[in-house]
Nanobody, 119 residues
């Protein structure tokens, strides 16, 4: 079982920055890929970024490439999403996800954190 807790959301003006954190707890986190998703009102939840706990490579949605950076701190079991040059269209609830690499149907979600970008 994996439990995820997001934090760091808030209200920011366009062009500003925020850093989201996802604190994970579990016994075999190395078997998971961590991801960030977001969902705006009336829209589907969409992929933002992913990062494995070890090795591999990061991936990003085209809409955030060059502006967002996903990173990890294995000692703290924490994944981060640094968001720069924020735009109003980035406004959404951001969710942290843990997905089993070898059992991809095993997915865990955090409660989400609200990010609001004003124009």
């Amino acid at each position: 079982q994996v439990q995820l807790v997001e934090s760091g959301g808030g209200l920011v003006q366009a062009g500003g920055s925020l850093r989201l954190s996802c604190a994970a707890s579990g016994r075999t986190l190395s078997t998971y890929t961590m991801g960030w998703f977001r969902q705006a009102p009336g829209k589907e939840r969409e992929f933002v970024a992913t990062i494995p706990w070890s090795g591999g490579s990061t991936s990003y949605a085209d809409s955030v490439k060059g502006r967002f950076t996903v990173s990890r701190d294995n000692a703290k079991n924490t994944v981060y999403l640094q968001m720069n040059s924020l735009k109003p269209e980035d406004t959404a609830v951001y969710y942290c996800q843990a997905r089993r690499i070898l059992m991809s149907r095993m997915i865990y979600w955090g409660q989400g954190t609200q990010v609001t970008v004003s124009s």
